[in-house]
């Protein structure tokens, strides 16, 4: 069995981008079908079948919510943020903490990283290790990026998981969910939706990042 890491874009209507033709509500756990290349999927993409993602070179800002969160949280999130920083074209900024707990309906704004469990966040339930995701608006011209999100990590489920899967493992997932990738049917990347044990980025994960950063700056 493999540990089920699920992720959920969340949008808001007061989200602006320009002259805003509309925004997208969209529950997917799995990435557009078809989205994507050998070993990655995209979480969302246009209608001319680009990556949602953020600006190029995003400096995305984070706060933090440590109601439940594990002991040494701080570092926990440094060393995942650093993981993703140094493998992608983007860069997370923590700004502080919050006590923010807004986990769906999330507009623009900083991603909120926080800890919770199924009583709090129905999508937790069963062996789902943690939602991550981004917000995001579609433009006049059918363009769109990225604008805020949100990773929430299952208080009952802490560490330890099949495989020796870690905490910060999940994180670095998670964020890289809020970055625009979906999961991907190949087990051997760290962007399963199942994960075995893998604890490291694949080949597919770093082509999708690689495919991300292209779509943002290209």
Do not use: K
């Amino acid at each position: 069995m493999g540990l089920v890491i699920s992720l959920v874009v969340y949008v808001s209507p007061a989200l602006d981008f320009g002259n805003v033709r509309r925004t997208v509500s969209s529950h997917s756990s799995a990435g557009v079908p078809g989205s994507g290349g050998d070993g990655y999927t995209f979480m969302q993409v246009t209608e001319d079948g680009q990556p949602v993602t953020w600006e190029c070179e995003a400096l995305i800002e984070v706060q933090v919510n440590p109601q439940g969160a594990p002991e040494g949280y701080a570092d926990l999130i440094a060393d995942a943020v650093a993981q993703v920083d140094e493998v992608s074209g983007f860069g997370f900024e923590l700004i502080g903490e919050t006590d923010d707990r807004e986990f769906t309906g999330r507009g623009r704004g900083p991603v909120l990283i926080g800890w919770a469990d199924e009583t709090e966040v129905p999508e937790l339930a069963g062996p789902t290790a943690g939602l991550g995701g981004a917000s995001y608006v579609i433009g006049p011209g059918g363009g769109a990026r990225s604008v805020g999100g949100m990773v929430v990590l299952d208080t009952e489920q802490r560490g330890g998981w099949l495989g020796g899967l870690d905490d910060e493992t999940v994180l670095v997932h998670e964020l890289i969910h809020v970055l625009g990738l979906g999961h991907s049917a190949d087990p051997s990347q760290l962007m399963a939706a199942e994960n075995s044990g893998q604890d490291e980025l694949g080949e597919g994960d770093l082509a999708g990042l690689a495919a991300l950063d292209e779509a943002a700056c290209g």
